[in-house]
């Protein structure tokens, strides 16, 4: 009897047990893409000489994206809508911030009187009109009290996008927002050959309205009758699909790795500031100061330390994190340029030796 509870001891223990690659992963937060099909039901976008209507194109592609992604590992997918139905413009944005999604990407198909315009465009967010950004913002005319649900924005007047520069700004993702869509516009050429006609940026409201970085990508100009029997094809929609997910995945891979640094350095930090661990800023040694004397300049008041009867040295700041020190080191060296970082625990000095592993 005694073995077989042993037995199932040792049994019940690796069961239980799970690899510790496994939990980790799974610890780790998905990383959600919101994928935004433009238009839908009433709402049919723009419309080639052959009937090929752009919801229809939009929508093809992002559920094409949708599955590529979703096969990853730690990628939760969502869409605004994944068949023909009407979605309010303002409703996109919204559900992209109650589901903090990390990315947002919004699908669309251009168009344009000149049917000889061809070619895919990718944008990111600024607070200026352009006719594209007016076209896909104008749906909203298509909503019950939009005046009243839009605070009054027209999005036919170039008024309305100067008036967005006043109030909240990008939510500072412009800078990871415009490195998506350069990445996407390299694979949208490396993958359909289509005329790359470059990143831009215009105000449209679901870029504007979602906070996260987010790229809107017009995929073809359906008003060109070249462009429009390309975007009929199922295979050319999977080309499309295809270049926006590896894009987004390289993306992913970065954002991750940064993120797993940054975890690394907090983790770090933690741990020396439990074990006492605190930097001040060195800049003078000799002659005994007052710690407000007037030469100290900006680094008043001082912390004076006492070497010998004759030989004093003062300190500036007191800082939990190396990142800090650094930054005060810094400011410090426009008044004493040797300045230097010193560790400290619980308030003794550290010897050069001591002070080397905390100083990275
Ligand atoms: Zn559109």
Redesign the pocket.
Known sequence: MKQVLIILTVLVGLVCQKPVAVAAAESRKPFVVVIDA??GGKDE??SGKKKLK?KDI?LAVALKLGALLEKEKNIKVLYTRKTDVFVPLDDRAQFANKHNANLFISI??NSAENHAANGTEVYTFSPSSNTVAM??NA?MELEENYKKKYEGFDPNSSESYIQWDLVAGDFGFSGQSKELASSISRQLTKQTGLYNRGIHQAGFWVLKYSNMPGVLVEVGYVSNLEEEKFLRKDSSREKLASAIYKAVVNYKNKYEKKAAAKEKDVKADAERITAGIHYRIQFYTGARKNINAKEFKSCVPATEYKITEERYTYTYGDEQTYAKAKELLAKVQKDFKDAFIAVFKNGERLSREEARPYLK
């Open positions: 433009g238009h976008g723009a752009e939009n669309h198909t076209r896909e749906v």
